[in-house]
Each structure stands twice: as C-alpha cells, then as structure tokens.
C-alpha cells in the first residue's frame, strides 16, 4: 500500500524525483542484488544500491495465462552476470520493484510503493539481460476441485 498521497506526487512530480529500485533475492545466495535506476548510487532503507539503466515493461494482460513483465538492463557491468551464474540462471529467483520519492540531498530514503514478482526466466545475449517476471500461474487454480453449491450439490441447499 502506497504511503499517503504518494499516488498524487507521482503525479505531479518530475520523473527525476521518483528512483525506482530493484532488490533481487535468490534462495541460494544471502546476499541479494540491490540496483537504482539513477545517475548515481543510492542509499534504500539502510542499504547500498548500485546505479544502473534498466527498462521496465510493465505486464500485460493476455487471455489464457498469468501476466507476466519485462526487465532489460545491459550487460555492461559484472555484478549482474556474476549474481546470475552465483544463482545457478537465476531460477527461483523474486524481483522487489520499488519506486521511491528522492529526498532533496538526492537520496531515496524509504519506498513508498513496491510489488514482488517471481523470476520466471533470464535470457543473457552480448549486449543485454532479459527477465522475465510474473508469478507462479498454480496461484490461478481453484484451491477445491468442486465447491458445494445450490447448483453443485442441491441436496444439501
């Protein structure tokens, strides 16, 4: 849940007064990765995160299967590659998308909105690393395969 009158400020500030951050964490390794989409290295809620370009598409709404995102970033810097090979590809690996409000020493102290997805895939070509996000589409299911209703079970109603 957003802070107060976060939603308002996004609205109504530049786009440099908002940082958006990624902390992707993996079962395996007790260090996540922390990036800022910034000029500059950041400080989010007591920790360090690197400066990077990334490019976010945001997720889709397809028939017949669970939304899924886009995360591009490229692959110019080592810490990303080395945390996928640390991570074995990256498989099982959560994605924390926040968006920060920076304060005026250009600092992003605390997120304000954040959602957390499942990486569902990495693909590393020369140039550039593709995530693919979402989340586990067995959230979809039914927890009961037949639900006692007037109309399932009349006997009862």
Known sequence: MPAPGFDIALRALAPEDIVPALEIRHPALADPLRLAVSPQNREIAGQAYTA????????????????????????????????????????GATVRIMLCLADGDAQAHTPDWERTLDVLGIEVTDTEIVATLGYDPGLDRAAVALRYEPETAPGLF
């Open 52 to 91: 990077i370009a990334l490019r976010l598409k945001l997720a889709d709404d397809r028939a017949g299967r669970a939304p899924r995102a886009e995360l591009r970033m490229d692959n110019v810097g080592r810490e990303a590659m080395a945390w996928i090979a640390r991570s074995g590809g990256g498989a």
